[in-house]
């Protein structure tokens, strides 16, 4: 059965920085476009940002662009989101999710790891 | 970016009800959407992918419709574990994922 594990979750002061990860196992990691999509306290799910299986594609929301930075190490199978100048909206749920290409979606996620951002 | 609209965005139903939610896009996605089920405190599940067909694992009383802009997710007989919140997403054009805002389903 596929795995994703997220960490890095805690409590940061708006400015600060987080490094989010996610540990992936039991499906060919280095095959799979990767996704890590938010979602804040009682809200619905926004997608935050995506890397294809080599790394070489990257893409972000507009509301992240600039201050975060994905990135993947298919050796050790794990996908990261370095997430700097966090602000209170970024407070939310953060879920790594893998992309299968051959149906169109999003068929896997992991288990959530929440990022509070508060003075 | 294509927007996806849900309706309606909550819902009172009883065990043993069918149940249609409906999802909009703002322009043609063919049939590059699928559907999501998410209990309260857990990861979204994948029930439907592309439009109509259903995930491995769910229940055959979960099935879908459409093409275009409008598309349903049909519930045939509620079960007791099927309140949750159900979300739409197109796939036709990414980035970015674009999700609908969510139909709570309660008792």
């Known amino acids: 059965e596929v795995q994703l594990v997220e960490s890095g979750g805690g409590l940061v002061k708006p400015g600060g920085s987080l490094r989010l990860s996610c540990a992936a196992s039991e499906f060919t990691f280095s095959s799979y476009t990767m996704n890590w999509v938010r979602q804040a306290p009682g809200k619905g799910l926004e997608w935050v940002s995506s890397?294809?299986?080599?790394?070489?594609?990257?893409y972000y929301a507009d509301s992240v662009k600039g201050r975060f930075t994905i990135s993947r190490d298919n050796a050790k199978t794990s996908l990261y989101l370095q997430m700097n100048s966090l602000r209170a909206e970024d407070t939310a749920v953060y879920y790594c999710a893998r992309d299968d290409y051959s149906s169109s979606c999003i068929d896997y996620w992991g288990q959530g790891t929440l990022v509070t951002v508060s003075s | 970016d294509i927007q996806m609209t849900q309706s309606p965005s909550s819902l009172s139903a009883s065990v043993g009800d069918r149940v249609t939610i409906t999802c909009r896009a703002s322009q043609s996605i063919s049939s590059y959407l699928n559907w999501y089920q998410q209990k309260p405190g857990k990861a979204p599940k994948l029930l439907i992918y592309t439009a109509s067909s259903l995930q491995s694992g769910v229940p055959s009383r979960f099935s879908g419709s459409g093409s275009g802009t409008d598309f349903t997710l049909t519930i045939s007989s509620l079960q007791p574990e099927d309140f949750a919140t159900y979300y739409c997403?197109?796939?036709?054009?990414?980035?970015?994922?674009?999700f609908g805002q969510g139909t709570k389903l309660e008792i």
């Open positions: 997403q197109q796939s036709y054009t990414t980035p970015p994922v674009t």
């Open positions: 890397i294809s299986s080599s790394g070489s594609y990257i």
